[in-house]
Each structure stands twice: as C-alpha cells, then as structure tokens.
C-alpha cells in the first residue's frame, strides 16, 4: 500500500508541474506532498545547430577541407576556383546536392561586398573558367538549364539517406565500374598530391595526371 501511495504523489506533482490535474484513481486518501522533488529536461535530441546567418549548414569531408586548405596554399587551385567552388557549395538545395545558379548569378554572388567597397570583382569569363576547371576535378557537374551538382562526397546539405539517394541517381548516369567517373577520380592532379596524401590518405584517382589548366 506504501508503494502505491507513493506512486500516486508522484502523478499528483507530475500533474502540478504540467498544469494538470492528478489521475482520478489516485487515492486522495493516501495523498501526501513531495518535498525537494525537482524535474530535469534532456535537450531535443532534434534541435538545430547554433549557426550563423539563415541559410542552415552543409557537411563536408574533413579529409577535402584539410585537402582543400593546402591546395590554396600551394597555388594548384586558382583564388577564383576556390571561391566558386564554395559559392556553389553554399548554395545547395537540402537533399539533392544541386545548386540552381547560372553563371551571371555565380559571378553577381561573389561581386556583392567588392561592389560595396568598390573593390576588385571577378568576371564572368573567370568564372566560367573556374566552373569548368572545377567540373575537370569532379568537384562539381553541370546537370542543365543552370543546375550544378555537386560532388556529394565532398560536400552535402543533408542527411545520409538523402546523400544515399543522390549518390545512386548519379551512378545511374554514369559508369559505375570506371574509378574515374564523376564523383570520383578527384583532382587536380598534382605530384605534390603524394605529399599530401602523407598527411591526409589518398582519394581515388587523385595523382593520376598533371593539371593542364
């Protein structure tokens, strides 16, 4: 009978604390009061990042941001391949790995803070260079009408069904059994990739051949 008194002061603060009333079959009898009873929270497990601005956030390979970072050091990718390539990034659909840019909208993106200050902004011509530079490294693919798909092992806003589901839709487009073919084989191709792969590992195809352009 303890037991079941006890249980029953336990719904009794329970329904205190959210407002509610005690269940009907609980004892008023054997009704006592809990003291020093306090209640703890766990987080929602499914509450969001604390990122900044609106735009939510992506995952990327922590092997191709270190990766990423040295070529920029080493001057085998070009400052407006790198800033393209992370425009595009930014601006993926969630889910589908696909940004809906045309090059104009690309290069108007990238000019928006030179174009306060008056700075030096980056053509066109330059970044169409830089998009086609990028698709050569498999970083990125054209997919029409201003669509850009992204190398989805690099780099993806979502979760890792939807990446699933990507990576089939674009094996059914390519050669599956080629190592070469979009998304993998990565470049650009350097013979400095053999001291970098020291430090980070090697990725499919990444030594293979020189860069040209």
């Excluded at 980056?122 to 530079?133: D, E, M």
Aim: charged share 25%; with cysteine.
């Amino acid at each position: 009978m303890g037991d079941d008194a006890q249980f029953g002061d336990i719904l009794s603060a329970i329904g205190e604390q959210l407002g509610a009333k005690a269940s009907s079959a609980t004892d008023p009898t054997n009704r006592r009061k809990l003291k020093g009873i306090h209640f703890e929270y766990g987080a929602d497990p499914k509450a969001v990042h604390d990122m900044a601005g609106s735009s939510g956030y992506s995952l990327a390979s922590n092997w191709f941001t270190q990766v990423l970072g040295q070529l920029a050091v080493a001057n085998s990718i070009t400052k407006s391949e790198l800033c393209v390539f992370l425009w595009v990034a930014g601006g993926q659909t969630p889910g589908t790995g696909i940004a809906q840019y045309t090059q104009q909208e690309i290069t108007n993106g990238l000019n928006k803070i030179a174009a306060q200050k008056g700075g030096k902004k980056i053509t066109r011509s330059t970044v169409n260079r830089a998009v086609r530079a990028l698709c050569e490294y498999h970083w990125l693919e054209k997919d029409g009408n201003g669509r850009i798909q992204m190398n989805v092992r690099l780099w993806f806003q979502g979760n890792s069904t939807a990446q699933a589901e990507v990576l089939a839709e674009i094996a059914d487009k390519h050669d599956k059994e080629d190592p070469d073919a979009f998304p993998y084989g990565l470049g650009p191709r350097e013979d400095l990739q053999q001291e970098l792969d020291l430090d980070f590992g090697t990725s499919p195809g990444l030594d293979r051949k020189r860069r040209t352009g």
